[in-house]
């Protein structure tokens, strides 16, 4: 079974400079997260998907932060302008939607640089 | 404000010894997963539990949920170089809407042989 695939795995920007990252989850998980790790601290969510709607994303500053899930399957998360303080690993993960299975598969992650 | 807080952030310890990592909760959880960590890579599933008070093992890894299913704790006996990495606990929320995952901070473990 394939897994979750981001790109791109490494990101360079300037600061007010936008970003655009991308996401394809595990075929058949309705749901899909977004979360920036700052390193060496645990995920923070940023948004949650189930299918194409968003169930979730009270932690999105969404002055700056958007994300979309086009036909419920793969995502974006765009940073427009990007702010230092935006520099983190963006990690998507997918889950299948049931009450016995709440396994996060998560992807490789963007490291994100913004200098 | 944390909703999981982890303890300790850092252990540094030496091959062969045992350590203890917290996750505690003011929050009931539908169930609590602990995740482990690699540089580079994004955190891999070690075990869910769902019940209050269910041990699981795992090797010489020892997961306890608690019985209020609100705290967990996770065992390694005889550490070893290759268990150093992030160790990450997840609360899970069953929503309406499926599964909310919020994770604590972290324990950075490093095992020194």
């Known amino acids: 079974e394939a897994g979750v695939a981001q790109s791109p795995r490494y990101k360079i920007i300037e600061k007010r400079q936008s970003v655009a990252f991308w996401c394809n989850p595990i075929?058949?998980?309705?749901?899909l997260y977004w979360y920036q790790q700052i390193l060496g601290q645990g995920p923070k969510l940023l948004i949650q998907?189930?299918?194409?709607?968003?169930?979730?994303d009270s932690q999105l500053p969404k002055d700056r932060f958007s994300a979309e899930r086009l036909k419920g399957v793969d995502s974006t998360l765009k940073i427009q302008p990007a702010k230092l303080e935006d520099s983190a690993v963006y990690l998507c993960?997918?889950?299948?939607?049931?009450?016995?299975?709440?396994?996060?598969?998560f992807g490789q992650g963007t490291r994100l640089t913004v200098v | 404000t944390q909703l999981l807080e982890q303890s300790p952030q850092f252990l540094s310890i030496q091959e062969g010894e045992n350590l203890t990592v917290y996750c505690n909760s003011s929050?009931?959880?539908?169930?609590l997963q602990w995740y482990r960590q690699e540089p580079g890579e994004g955190p891999v599933l070690l075990v869910t539990v769902v019940t209050g008070g269910e041990v699981k093992k795992l090797k010489r890894l020892t997961f306890q949920f608690g019985d209020a299913r609100k705290d967990s704790s996770l065992h390694i006996t005889a550490a070893q170089p290759g268990d150093t990495g992030l160790y990450l606990c997840?609360?899970?929320?069953?929503?309406?809407?499926?599964?909310?995952?919020?994770f604590g901070a972290g324990t950075i473990l490093r095992v020194k042989s």
């Open positions: 993960a997918s889950s299948p939607r049931t009450v016995m299975n709440t396994e996060a598969f």
């Open positions: 997840a609360g899970s929320f069953f929503m309406e809407y499926g599964n909310k995952l919020v």
């Open positions: 998907f189930q299918n194409n709607g968003v169930v979730d």
């Open positions: 075929s058949g998980h309705a749901t």
């Open positions: 929050s009931v959880f539908s169930s």
